[in-house]
């Protein structure tokens, strides 16, 4: 496990998330996730505002949709680092398409037991104006970037294999 490997993971798998959230659009209504918001959010933080549960009604700032993505991504790189982790090194097993779905739907509790409430939608966002549909996809795009973390692997395997080969 090295940089490059965590960094293509974590792409993956959270690029999975982001490509299911807006392939279920359509079919659902559900908007997916606003990362201009999470940018805002980000912001904040160096003025002390880590629970802002008027996030919504505070005006646009300059690169928050780019400080929302870069943070996303970098989140998730930072679960594939620790789904690696655990998996190969904690574990000593390999990446399974099982192991990386429960991994994934663990990673939600970093939304309904911190994110959610800091924003002001309470925990699992039952206070949001429509819980139910945050909850649908929160629970299937955690679940669809645990199955990115096993592509993920399973690109990078392939593509060094197929790179470096003698």
Do not use: C
């Amino acid at each position: 496990m090295n940089l490059l490997e965590i960094l293509t993971v974590g792409v993956v798998a959270t690029a999975a998330s982001d490509i299911w959230q807006q392939a279920q659009k359509p079919l659902t209504g559900i908007t997916a996730a606003n990362w201009s918001v999470t940018g805002r959010w980000v912001i904040g933080w160096r003025d002390g505002r880590i629970y802002d549960p008027m996030i919504g009604k505070r005006p646009s700032l300059k690169g928050e949709a780019t400080v929302g993505w870069a943070f996303h991504y970098l989140i998730g790189a930072v679960y594939a680092a620790l789904y690696l982790s655990f998996v190969v090194v904690i574990a000593k097993t390999v990446p399974t398409l099982l192991n990386g779905l429960l991994f994934g739907l663990v990673t939600l509790l970093a939304p309904f037991l911190f994110m959610k409430p800091a924003l002001g939608g309470g925990f699992f966002g039952l206070r949001a104006p429509n819980p139910g549909k945050g909850l649908f996809l929160s629970i299937s795009a955690h679940a669809v970037f645990g199955m990115g973390l096993y592509l993920g692997e399973l690109f990078t395997k392939v593509f060094s294999e197929t790179l470096f080969r003698e």
